[in-house]
C-alpha cells in the first residue's frame, strides 16, 4: 500500500523556542503561544488548549533531567495551524487518546482525548533519536 506524501508549504510564519521540562516550562509554552498567535493576528482558541495539553505533557511523561522540550508553531497555507512539541523521550509514545471503557481509574488520556477533539489532525512522529514530536493541526479557514 502506498501513500502519496505531499511536502508541506513554506510556512508564512514561524515560531519555536525550547523550553524546561517543568511545569513551569509548560505554563510558559502556553502563554509564548497566545502572545505568538496574538502577533499574528490569530484567535488563540482552541490552539491555546491544545499547546497546553502537548506542554503538559512533554514536561510530565517526557521529561528527561536536564533537556529541555520545543515548542513551535508555523502557519501555512491554506490557512492551517501547525504546533509540535518535542521532547526527550523517544522511547515513550503516546497511547491512543481513549482510555479503557469501564476504567474510571485511569489518570492520563483524557489530555489527548481533548486534542483530537478540538484539533482536525494530530499525530506522533518519532526522532530525530532520542526525542519524539507530537503535533496538532488546525484548519483556520479564514
Known amino acids: 500500500m502506498s501513500r502519496k506524501v505531499t511536502a508541506p508549504s513554506a510556512p508564512l510564519?514561524?515560531?519555536?523556542v525550547p523550553l524546561?521540562?517543568?511545569?513551569?516550562?509548560?505554563?510558559?509554552a502556553r502563554l509564548l503561544a497566545?502572545?505568538?498567535?496574538?502577533?499574528?493576528?490569530l484567535p488563540p482558541d482552541p490552539?491555546?488548549?491544545?499547546?497546553?495539553?502537548?506542554?503538559?505533557?512533554?514536561?510530565?511523561?517526557?521529561r528527561v533531567p536536564g533537556r529541555s522540550f520545543r515548542l513551535a508553531l508555523s502557519l501555512v497555507e491554506p490557512a492551517t495551524l501547525h504546533i509540535e512539541v518535542t521532547d526527550a523521550r523517544g522511547d515513550h509514545l503516546p497511547?491512543?487518546?481513549r482510555t479503557p471503557a469501564?476504567?474510571?481509574s485511569a489518570?492520563?488520556?483524557?489530555?489527548?482525548?481533548l486534542v483530537e477533539e478540538l484539533a482536525d489532525r494530530w499525530g506522533v512522529r518519532e526522532g530525530p533519536a532520542p526525542c519524539?514530536?507530537?503535533?496538532a493541526e488546525l484548519d483556520l479557514g479564514q
Not at 489518570?107 to 482525548?113: H, P
Open 107 to 113: 489518570e492520563s488520556g483524557y489530555g489527548l482525548l
Open 95 to 97: 497511547l491512543q487518546a
Open 102 to 104: 469501564g476504567d474510571e
Open 13 to 16: 510564519h514561524q515560531f519555536t
Open 34 to 41: 497566545v502572545e505568538q498567535l496574538r502577533a499574528w493576528e
Open 47 to 62: 490552539a491555546r488548549l491544545i499547546v497546553a495539553e502537548l506542554a503538559a505533557n512533554a514536561a510530565v511523561h517526557g
Open 132 to 135: 519524539k514530536t507530537v503535533w
Open 20 to 28: 524546561s521540562a517543568t511545569r513551569r516550562g509548560a505554563r510558559l
